[in-house]
């Protein structure tokens, strides 16, 4: 018979009596709908996990007022001694200690501008004058005028700026320059071949190794406001400043890096190569990298920097970047990795933070924002939901290794979901969450709307229900249990239940599956398909009855998606319990309530509507509508809306989304943007606040979500909000520093992958 490819070549009767047809057959033939058994896929061009350099970041106080945190210039000797000039003075830490020490006399403590560390001393630069500190001996040079605003190495000793002249120390001996530059001296450098140039407030000078000038350039440069100076591996000068860089060789400008090309912010305050020959620039919005590769990266945000405003960048023997902020410094390290042992990583930290009693998979709040010392469970709305993801993450964890504790924890997260359902009393009913009885702290504690309220929800959303007791206490009176359980919810138990079905489950555990998703079906089909709660009404997102989804017009935003989700929980009841009555139902809804029909429009689904967290409910249900169905017409149809659904998806770069479509459809897919986002994701799990609207090098736009802010570029995982799945990767601004998120978002993947072999 015809596929459901062909639909638009027949009108909606012609379909709905070939489905007819072809649905009846099926209930009829000898097919065994329990067969199937999921193929894992051979793949030819899987990655192969081989060890890359994980960055992460060490942030430092230098003391506790603003003018000791406002660093200006940062160095770090060859035995990893860092030094900082501040507005309260210079101060030093030694190697793999955590305090900071003030190096200079009490008398001589105040502003500093510059420090640096050569061969065999550090010398400063102070509000005082120039101080060069040798052998553990402190002593100020005599002869340069104070203030020093900026210091550079050269052979055999330093030049030294300030407003009130240049000069050149060696040999013990101080030699004034009368250069004939602006006295707004910001930075300086020196070629192989001895030219000095010298960065300006009116742009930027160089002066001959015969001491002659040889350029003085302003109009060529992206602004006369010249901030600082580096030289790459090829021996072009770097030029940071206000409106950008430009990169120069001898006196032409090659290119200028503006927002256009990558910079976040046009205010460029300093500029330096690394080991590896990356430049790195500081600016009002973080460090931006240009590698060698021509590749760039970006780091910004409290995950990477005390504070975003970029003041200095300097490097140790060992490759770590230390960045000075107004509020700080950041220690950017990196370590050898492989995505096996960051998932050992992420599963010592689900295990010590993110597991609580009964067996729940959740996050955990901060009592003190960023602070991981603070940390205390808490709970969440979707607690059952994202348990079902560590249900699945489990699931595929003992798949593919046959681990005993992972079939152990797998029936412990199962468990708890059992047990959502019968703290309720009810035989269908489960909570969102459950809690011990003495917790104090509670999300959306029980309440009561006022008659004026009520009326302004109502005016807002028509469908809003007025839920004023969300918790309840269990008939053992051990817990706290929290109703109003929504339709997310469902999709997030169904997703755990099929994959802990299909890849774990003995005999006896399949039984208690079925009977489990039984009892929450049948209450389902008994209600006319509401999740009533405990108060005999539906919840207020429990809605999936054709009364609501095809002839209520409030319920239209959500038909495509609901009768796509009821379809998949009377699937899933047929796949585990082998009961004709939920095969039945399933079809009275295709044909009769044209529910293949509402999916259909999911295409033509009007922008206003979509909210990015129902990719992620769809994509729980494919693997279920798709390998559990075994009508030809029906299987072809789920399958073209899938592709059709992955087509939209394929930018978001989500591996989840990847790894569960090559699963569903048998094909390998976005190995590399997969692997990609393993590789990148931070090992800090912490929310920090991301806030892109503060960069000059994207756009604010309105899609694919209408009413959200987002960028028009997908940023990488390392400067996205912690991800949950339930987020929009392009939002504009996102996070919640008083939160740790648990790290199943990234274990979830990365087992489904290796299961899949896409991973090796």
């Known amino acids: 018979m015809p596929t459901i490819y062909l639909m638009k070549k027949y009108t909606f009767s012609v379909i709905c009596a070939l489905l007819l047809c072809s649905t009846f057959f099926s209930l009829f033939s000898p097919i065994n709908c329990f067969a199937f058994k999921p193929q894992i896929i051979l793949q030819k061009e899987a990655y192969t996990d081989t060890t890359f350099w994980q960055e992460y970041q060490e942030s430092y106080q230098i003391g506790k007022s603003e003018e000791e945190n406002a660093v200006r210039s940062i160095s770090v000797e060859t035995n990893g001694t860092v030094w900082v000039a501040t507005k309260a003075g210079i101060y030093r830490k030694e190697k793999n200690e955590q305090n900071w020490i003030a190096a200079l006399p009490e008398e001589d403590k105040g502003p500093a501008y510059s420090v640096i560390s050569t061969d065999d001393a550090v010398w400063c630069g102070t509000w005082k004058g120039l101080y060069r500190i040798k052998g553990g001996k402190t002593e100020k040079v005599a002869g340069p005028k104070p203030p020093i605003a900026v210091i550079t190495p050269a052979p055999g000793g330093v030049y030294a700026f300030g407003p009130n002249g240049a000069g050149y120390f060696k040999n013990d001996t101080w030699v004034a320059k009368d250069y004939q530059v602006a006295r707004s001296v910001r930075d300086a450098i020196i070629e192989p071949n001895g030219a000095l140039w010298i960065a300006t407030d009116v742009g930027l000078y160089r002066v001959g190794a015969n001491e002659t000038f040889t350029a003085h350039l ?131 930290i689900l295990m010590k933070r993110h597991i609580r009693a009964p067996w729940i998979a959740g996050q955990v709040r901060l009592t003190t924002p960023g602070d991981l010392s603070t940390w205390v469970p808490e709970d969440d709305d979707n607690d059952g939901e994202f348990t079902g993801n560590y249900l699945v993450m489990e699931s595929f964890r003992y798949a593919t290794i046959q681990s005993p504790d992972a079939k152990e924890k797998a029936r412990k997260a199962f468990h708890f979901l059992r047990k959502l359902k019968e703290v309720t009393g009810g035989a269908g009913l489960f909570a969102r969450t459950i809690v011990p009885i003495d917790w104090k702290d509670l999300h959306d504690a029980n309440r009561t709307y006022s008659p004026q309220e009520l009326a302004d929800e109502l005016v807002k959303e028509p469908r809003f229900k007025p839920v004023e007791v969300r918790w309840h206490t269990s008939a053992d009176g051990q817990w706290l249990w929290k109703g109003d359980t929504s339709s997310d919810e469902l999709c997030g138990h169904f997703f755990g239940y099929y994959f802990y079905h299909e890849l774990v489950a003995d005999e006896e555990e399949k039984k208690e599956i ?247």
């Open 218 to 348: 302003t109009n060529e440069l992206v602004s006369a406001y010249v901030k600082g100076l580096t030289i790459d591996q090829k021996g072009q000068l770097w030029v940071a400043g206000m409106g950008g860089v430009s990169v120069v060789t001898d006196t032409s400008v090659l290119r200028q890096l503006t927002p256009t090309e990558g910079v976040p912010s046009i205010n460029t305050s300093c500029v330096r190569t690394s080991p590896d020959g990356s430049v790195w620039v500081g600016t009002d919005v973080g460090v931006v990298r240009f590698r060698p590769d021509g590749s760039r990266s970006l780091l910004f945000s409290q995950r990477w920097l005390p504070d975003d405003k970029v003041r200095a960048i300097a490097f140790d023997s060992e490759g770590t970047a230390w960045i000075a902020t107004d509020k700080g410094v950041s220690a950017i390290r990196r370590r050898k990795m492989s995505l096996a042992i960051k998932q050992e990583y992420f599963y010592d």
């Open 514 to 760: 079925s009977q489990h998703v039984s009892q929450i079906v049948d209450q389902l089909i008994d209600t006319g398909y509401y999740f009533k709660d405990v108060d005999g009404t539906p919840t207020r997102w429990g809605v999936w009855s054709p009364d609501r989804l095809n002839r209520d017009p409030e319920w239209q935003p959500d038909r495509s998606l609901n009768s796509m989700e009821l379809l998949a929980f009377l699937k899933l009841a047929y796949r585990v319990s082998g009961n004709e009555k939920y095969q039945r139902e399933y079809l009275k809804l295709i044909v009769k309530e044209g529910y293949l029909t509402n999916m259909a429009n999911s295409a033509r689904q009007n922008p206003a509507w979509f909210v990015y967290f129902d990719v992620t409910l769809a994509a729980y249900l494919y693997p279920i509508l798709i390998q559990c169905e075994k009508d030809p017409a029906l299987v072809a149809f789920y399958e073209n809306h899938m592709d059709q659904w992955f087509a939209k998806r394929r930018g978001d770069e989500n591996p989840l989304l990847n790894f569960l479509y090559s699963y569903t459809r048998g094909k390998q897919v976005e190995i590399e943007p997969s692997v990609n986002f393993l590789r990148d994701t931070p090992l800090d799990l912490i929310d920090w606040t991301i806030d892109h609207r503060k960069r000059e090098d994207i756009k604010l736009v309105r899609k694919p979500v209408m009413d959200e802010e987002q960028v028009h570029q997908l940023p990488p995982a390392s400067i996205r909000a912690v991800v949950r799945w339930d987020k929009n990767p392009f939002a504009a601004v996102n996070g919640s520093p008083d939160k740790e998120r648990e790290p199943v978002f990234w274990l979830l993947p990365y087992w489904m992958g290796r299961y899949l072999k896409m991973i090796n």
